[in-house]
């Protein structure tokens, strides 16, 4: 069996033993398989092994990869995205998880009306209030919730968050039950065009603490690929 493929095995088999613990459907967490930096090729050998929602966080590396993989797997954008890149990527992911400004929130919808499609995001949470990283704070989700629900072309699925790097993947997990709480919060709540339907927290370091707090979309790529080496030709 390629490593690869032994990697994506070890993974479900975790996500499995979690959700079977607490009386979840292993087959209602996603497993996206977050493909920056990797080749074709490997990528393929992960859609063998039964992936099919790959992560991706540049524009420009989505549209280098779309042509060959798009038949294979769902494309999701997970990196900050600038309003002056939406219209090259707005046909060619199933899921935009990083929205993250009111500004971004028009453009999507306005270049998903001209392509005469409705786009599918998730709204990015810095619940932790890292200066280095994006997303709203979570006092200002619920204004991002309603300021959306007034689009036509776009529907809000859910949450986002990428926790800061511990040594000790425990200390995440005060964050992603804050998140959680949000999104139980907002699932109670209707509005148009929103649906809670995806909790997107987990990487390498802390996808088990993120699912045992509820996450049901993990975006993991050094536990699947190895350690990512950046090339300056990608
Ligand atoms: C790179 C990246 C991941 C995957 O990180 P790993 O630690 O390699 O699993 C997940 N989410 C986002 C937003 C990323 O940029």
Redesign the pocket.
């Known amino acids: 069996m390629s490593l690869i493929k032994e990697n994506i095995e070890v993974i479900k088999k975790e996500i499995e033993t979690i959700c079977l613990e607490r009386n979840r459907e292993p087959k209602d967490v996603t497993l996206?398989a977050?493909t920056?930096t990797v080749d074709i090729e490997r990528i393929k050998e992960a859609i063998d092994a039964g992936i099919t929602n790959i992560?991706e966080?540049r524009v420009q590396e989505i549209m280098d990869k779309y042509e060959d993989l798009k038949n294979y797997a769902n494309f999701h954008l997970?990196?900050h995205l600038q309003s002056n890149k939406v219209k090259y990527i707005i046909d060619k992911v199933k899921l935009i998880?990083?929205v993250d400004s009111m500004k971004l929130i028009d453009e999507i919808n306005k270049r998903a009306e001209k392509s005469n499609t409705i786009v599918n995001m998730l709204i990015q949470v810095n619940v932790a209030r890292e200066d280095t990283k994006f997303g709203i704070d979570i006092n200002e989700v619920d204004d991002y919730i309603e300021y959306a629900s007034k689009f036509d072309n776009i529907k809000v699925q859910g949450l986002?968050t990428?926790a800061p790097?511990f040594e000790d993947a425990e200390k995440t997990r005060p964050i992603f039950r804050t998140l959680k709480e949000k999104f139980d919060e907002l699932s109670n709540n209707k509005y148009n065009n929103v649906e809670m339907k995806y909790l997107s927290m987990g990487?390498?370091?802390d996808?088990k603490i993120a699912i045992e707090e509820g996450s049901n979309m993990v975006?993991?790529?050094?536990?699947?690929?190895g350690k990512?080496v950046y090339n300056s030709n990608l």
């Open positions: 996206i977050v920056k992560g966080n997970i990196g998880h990083s986002m990428i790097y990487m390498t370091n996808y975006r993991i790529g050094t536990k699947i690929f990512r």
